[in-house]
């Protein structure tokens, strides 16, 4: 078996496909810069990112996936899911064997589960432009923590752009370390490190806004107020809202500590 | 500025207006303008979910509670002692503005009591979209609360900057509306809907001629109807709603189920449980009737008025019309595919896109997340032909309803033996 180490990115992996097809490697295994027992493997290859190599598998997929199949392959990657790169190996492989368009050929094991990853990423994207909650600082910045499932953050960029085109804000991933600014004009994406302690209430009249506790009270007093306690459904309540994204959610926080 | 005082009035104003279930802010696709703030997504985004389990997609409030009427199934019904409030224009705005930025909602839901006359409270809703839209370039969604007997002036202002306005019907037949709310007409409730309907699609025809021409309720109107406060069969609930689709254009029709809130002897009692899987059970023939090509006659009949709680009304359906099946799920049309209890809407596309590659079995159908429990008694499969037993109605019944499991089987009574 063939250990095939990439550097973890999009494009990285594709180089990767195109050098088992160019090389005639067998038996490959991916691996995201060799997180991965390296001892049970006969061999390594390192793959270095080569855009002009990834861009002809692209196109490869291009002339054999409708619009929307090309689109939803990236989005697999982006699910994270254990092993996704083995199976979307499959998947091109299929897709490589055969003339015809096979995206719908759910009965096909690889074919269904990038469809299952594709939907995992695509539900994950929708929460977020759900979830996210923006705070507002002193000097007039929205933003606000995510810590998604799948790197979903540039499928949700533009959402956030053409909503809230008036003013500046930042999402920030404390997941995977890095955020998207928005200055009024463009997107870009940053890479900083926040301080996501608790919050306290003095951390929030220092950096933030002078209405926006105020505004964090009121929404919590409305989402208690619109609840009708005689219908109560706790378990349809955490199936719509998991608890592990309660931490981001400001309904969902117990109150704040005043001192 | 929002201040303190406005704390107060939300939790009243919030509290007397959940008793309205829609909270849908789909279909509109209103786009940013000249880069103001917000746009409104063809598809609605649910922001979060309250311990019922209900979606909050909007800020929805009552203008104030203040009301002039004396609806026996309302909160907000003139004798009932109650704190009382009332927001002012701005402050809505506000709220409104300071919400959408932090990405708390869609966009507004405002309703209201009726104070003074309908003219005077609809100019007060009108008021507030208007500001919205045109003083802070605000392309978020609105729905409005049409007040019944309100001028059709208003109603065509309201239009122009709602994306989605509903006259709620509230009582499912004109006597129980007469029974229960004296001072309402069943008349001024039906008027403003065939007036919006006009409307609607006259904008809609105009759009289609010339781009430019302005929006009108984009997203349509809704109603609601309240559920198991009155006797009304599901028959007649039904029939209802489907006048309205069909005569009125409406988008939705909501049904909602009645928590007791008074103690009026023309009323299901304090403590009445709440008519959950009846509502449950109508949304699921609503559904039937809008996406799944069934007739309001084939899912409730005379000799059928109620809807069965304990199974659903496709699979009611199926059990009454065993003759149509079994259905061979790899040559039948995706019509009558959607028409097999345990295979749903998206079932079905999955299942005739991957037939175009090898036929199906059952294992496939399994890995395709259908109900292959519900639905096997209603199947063939090609090769090898399986022989399904020649099972009756009952037997079927008996089979699907061992291996469910509903937390609510308790309740599998009808509500109303409760007078």
């Not at chain 1, 180490?5 to 810069?33: H, R």
């Not at chain 1, 964090?216 to 107020?225: A, E, G, I, V």
């Not at chain 2, 699609?201 to 349509?220: D, I, M, R, T």
Request: proline share 3%; charged share 25%.
């Amino acid at each position: 078996m063939i250990l095939v180490i990439y550097d973890g990115t999009y494009e990285g992996w594709l180089t990767a496909v195109f050098e088992i097809y160019e090389y005639k490697l067998e038996d490959t295994v991916f691996s995201k810069n060799g997180a991965c027992d390296a001892l049970l493997f006969s061999s390594n290859h390192v793959v270095i990112t080569d855009f002009k190599k990834a861009n002809r598998v692209l196109n490869g997929l291009k002339q054999r996936l409708s619009a929307d199949g090309f689109s939803s392959f990236h989005k697999a990657f982006l699910s994270e899911v254990n092993h996704i790169e083995q199976t979307m190996f499959q998947f091109a492989q299929y897709i490589f064997s055969t003339t015809k368009n096979v995206e719908e050929d759910f009965s096909n094991a690889a074919v269904w589960d990038i469809r299952k990853a594709t939907r995992l990423t695509g539900k994950e994207a929708h929460r977020m432009e759900a979830f996210v909650r923006f705070k507002l600082t002193k000097d007039q910045l929205y933003y606000a923590i995510i810590e998604p499932e799948c790197d979903v953050l540039h499928l949700i960029e533009n959402h956030f752009k053409n909503r809230y085109a008036d003013q500046r804000w930042l999402i920030y991933d404390a997941k995977r370390k890095y955020g998207v600014y928005y200055d009024l004009e463009n997107l870009s994406t940053v890479e900083l490190e926040f301080n996501q302690g608790p919050v306290s209430s003095k951390f929030l009249t220092e950096i933030c806004d002078e209405q926006e506790e105020f505004f964090q009270n009121l929404w919590k007093r409305y989402f208690s107020s619109v609840n009708i306690e005689s219908r109560k459904n706790m378990k349809l309540h955490i199936q719509h809202m998991p608890k592990r994204y309660w931490r981001n959610l400001i309904e969902k926080i117990p109150p704040i500590n005043k001192k | 500025m929002v201040n303190e005082r406005v704390m107060e009035k939300l939790g009243i104003l919030a509290d007397a207006a959940k008793y309205d279930v829609s909270c849908s802010s789909a279909l509109s696709n209103r786009k940013n303008k000249d880069k103001g703030l917000g746009d409104a997504k063809g598809y609605g985004i649910c922001h979060s979910y309250t311990e019922d389990g209900r979606c909050v997609s909007l800020l929805k409030i009552l203008l104030t509670n203040h009301c002039i009427f004396d609806c026996a199934y309302c909160v907000s019904r003139k004798s009932n002692d109650i704190k009382r409030a009332a927001f002012t224009v701005d402050e809505v705005v506000d709220l409104t503005i300071g919400f959408y930025r932090r990405n708390y909602i869609e966009g507004l839901f405002l309703s209201s009591g009726i104070f003074d006359n309908a003219d005077y409270t609809m100019q007060r809703l009108v008021r507030i979209a208007k500001k919205l839209r045109l003083e802070q370039n605000f392309n978020g969604y609105i729905h409005l609360k049409a007040i019944p007997g309100a001028s059709d002036e208003l109603l065509k202002e309201a239009g122009m900057y709602a994306d989605r306005l509903s006259v709620n019907v509230e009582m499912p037949t004109e006597q129980s509306l007469k029974l229960l709310a004296p001072d309402k007409n069943h008349k001024d409730v039906i008027q403003p809907m065939e007036y919006l309907k006009n409307e609607i699609v006259g904008y809609k025809e105009e759009k289609k001629l010339n781009y430019k021409a302005p929006l009108f309720a984009p997203a349509g109107q809704s109603t609601q109807m309240v559920i198991g406060a009155t006797k009304e069969n599901d028959l007649e609930i039904l029939g209802m709603a489907d006048y309205f689709y069909q005569k009125m254009n409406m988008k939705r029709v909501y049904y909602s189920g009645y928590v007791p809130i008074s103690n009026d002897n023309r009323l299901p009692a304090i403590g009445t449980p709440v008519p959950i899987i009846r509502e449950n059970r109508l949304y699921q023939a609503d559904w039937l009737i809008r996406y799944y090509g069934f007739n309001v006659n084939e899912i409730v009949g005379l000799n059928q008025p109620n809807l069965d709680l304990d199974i659903d009304p496709k699979l009611g359906w199926a059990l009454r019309n065993l003759h149509q099946f079994p259905v061979d799920i790899n040559t039948a049309d995706i019509e009558l595919i959607k028409r097999i209890p345990g295979i749903g809407y998206l079932g079905a596309q999955k299942i005739v896109a991957a037939r175009k590659f090898k036929k199906l079995v059952p294992h496939d159908l399994q890995k395709f997340g259908i109900a292959y429990s519900r639905s096997q008694y209603f199947l063939a499969f090609a090769t090898p032909f399986q022989m399904q037993k020649d099972l009756t109605s009952i037997q079927i019944k008996d089979k699907i309803l061992n291996i469910q499991k509903s937390k609510y089987k308790n309740d599998f009574s009808n509500q109303l033996a409760l007078f």
